[in-house]
């Protein structure tokens, strides 16, 4: 069974930055595309950042572009989210994905073709 463990959640001051990590317990980390997607309270689950097995691709939403990156250490079994200048609007449960279904190599900002998720980690920016 593939278990995903996010980490590096907290409360912020809007403007602030903070790192998220997920290790990923699989041999095969280096062959699937990862994402992170966020769901706050209230709201439907959105897609955040992803990327490809081998970085080589990497797509944002929109409103996290020039503020988020998204990076892998296939390695460490890792992937991450820095996240700098953070605005009360990105408050929410943080959670990342490991693809499957066909080409899960892929970077995909399509939750559907998530199999493996996190249990997530609590994002908060004071504002």
């Known amino acids: 069974q593939v278990q995903l463990v996010e980490s590096g959640g907290g409360l912020v001051q809007a403007g602030g930055s903070l790192r998220l990590s997920c290790a990923v317990s699989?041999?095969?980390?280096?062959?699937?595309?990862m994402a992170w997607f966020r769901q706050a309270q209230g709201k439907e689950r959105e897609f955040v950042a992803t990327?490809?097995?081998?970085?080589?691709?990497?797509y944002y939403r929109d409103s996290v572009k020039g503020r988020f990156t998204i990076s892998r250490d296939n390695a460490k079994n890792t992937v991450y989210l820095q996240m700098n200048s953070l605005k009360a609007e990105d408050t929410a449960v943080y959670y990342c994905?490991?693809?499957?279904?066909?080409?899960?190599?892929?970077?995909?900002?399509?939750?559907?073709?998530?199999?493996?998720w996190g249990q997530g980690t609590q994002v908060t920016v004071s504002s």
């Open positions: 990327i490809s097995w081998n970085g080589g691709k990497i």
């Open positions: 994905a490991r693809r499957g279904g066909l080409n899960p190599h892929e970077a995909s900002s399509d939750g559907k073709t998530y199999v493996y």
């Open positions: 699989s041999s095969a980390f280096s062959t699937y595309a």
